[in-house]
């Protein structure tokens, strides 16, 4: 019967409601990915919308010119200075070009990207702008066999179909260890970020690089579990202060777990730079606004947002030009110095 309507019929928003068995309004929270729905529902909402077509006559719809002039923006969450660098220079550059910003949070909730994805990609807007570390390659597909514009920010598509833009990961990694050794340090912690993510494999290759490059054994011990929030560096902390001997340095994979880090140290009664170096990474605000100030790699967020949005905004206005659709732009980091850091005695070390 929904096949029939589908063929003789416009299907609406009200078909999808009727058909699901739920309210108008719950379906167009669920269409817009708004939050506050129950996942079954927005499952139910969403296989309905598919299976009646809905989403198809949307993309048709999609305003007189064929443009909406909305970027859609998904991200894990508004909670860290991280995320909030790149949308601002999202939210400048897009203000610039005369566009509007639809943001989506997962709310870090797992699985749930593919249904955002959707709901984003559903001719609500004209592209996709995507800051979710951990998004499955097969939503990445799904977007390309659409044609539907979409970058990617700080992470890298292994098959290179996608417009990427990151930074220099692994250099500034080696800058961080280089710094510490160049104080002295020989005995050098790290914490590791998300496994999964490719800007915390090249920044765990740039640590160990720097050290096989000053000729200091590599030492797995010192390397401690982290996955890029404050409670894993708060947890490393509490391992690092047991340990004997103890690190005279940390480098932590980003600025949130060098501050967990920097809570641990405190409450065990050591001080930072005193008795512990560490060094952060990404330079969040937060990174200037603790004491002692955080020395940490500068990655240039806001500009990542801003680059992210032009290379979008190339896919929209140019959508006959595949490789407009597949660039990589890598800005560089750069070593912040402060006041978390100091040189030790070589006999300390």
């Known amino acids: 019967m929904a096949n029939n309507r589908t063929k003789n019929s416009k299907i609406t928003i009200y078909d999808v409601a009727k058909e699901s068995g739920v309210s108008y309004s719950t379906v167009s929270r669920v ?18 919308a598919e299976k009646l077509g809905y989403v198809a ?21 508004l909670d ?20 509007d910003l639809m943001l ?3 709310r870090r909730r797992v699985g749930s990207e593919a249904q955002y994805v959707k709901a984003i990609s559903n001719g609500l807007t004209d592209g996709l702008i995507l800051i979710v570390p951990l998004l499955d390659r097969e939503y990445l597909e799904t977007l390309r066999e659409h044609n539907f514009p979409y970058v990617v920010v700080d992470q890298i598509d292994p098959k290179f179909h996608s417009a990427v833009v990151d930074s ?3 250099q500034g990694a080696y800058d961080a260890t280089k710094h510490l050794i160049d104080l002295g340090h020989r005995r050098i912690a790290f914490i590791k970020g998300l496994p999964a993510l490719q800007s915390a494999a090249d920044r765990l290759m740039g640590y160990r ?7 200091i054994p590599y030492d797995e011990t010192l390397v401690l579990e982290g996955d890029f929030f404050t409670p894993s560096g708060y947890a490393a902390g509490r391992h690092l202060v047991e340990m004997s001997p103890r690190p005279t340095a940390v480098f932590a994979a980003n600025d949130l777990m060098a501050l967990g880090m920097m809570q641990a140290l405190h409450e065990a009664g050591l001080r930072i730079p ?12 937060e990174a200037s606004l603790v004491h002692p100030q955080l020395t940490t790699v500068r990655q240039p967020l806001e ?28 800005l560089a980091t750069r070593l912040i110095e402060r006041e978390s850091c100091q040189r030790i005695a070589n006999d300390h070390t």
């Open 31 to 48: 269409l817009n990915g708004f939050e506050f729905v129950k996942e079954e529902t927005r499952n139910k909402v969403l296989a309905t």
């Open 57 to 77: 006559n949307m993309q048709a719809r999609s305003l007189a010119g064929g443009r909406t002039r909305i970027i859609g923006l998904l991200v894990p969450g």
């Open 80 to 99: 860290n200075g991280y995320i909030g660098e790149m949308v601002r220079g999202i939210d400048d550059e897009i203000a610039k070009l005369n566009y």
């Open 104 to 106: 989506y949070t997962t």
């Open 168 to 170: 220099t990961n692994w």
């Open 209 to 215: 690089a720097a050290l096989s490059d000053h000729h």
């Open 274 to 285: 005193h008795d512990i170096s560490l060094v952060g990474f990404d330079d969040i605000p």
């Open 303 to 330: 500009q990542m947002g801003r680059i992210a949005v032009n290379l979008l905004i190339e896919q929209i206005e140019n959508p006959g030009n595949p490789d407009r659709a597949i660039r990589r732009v890598t």
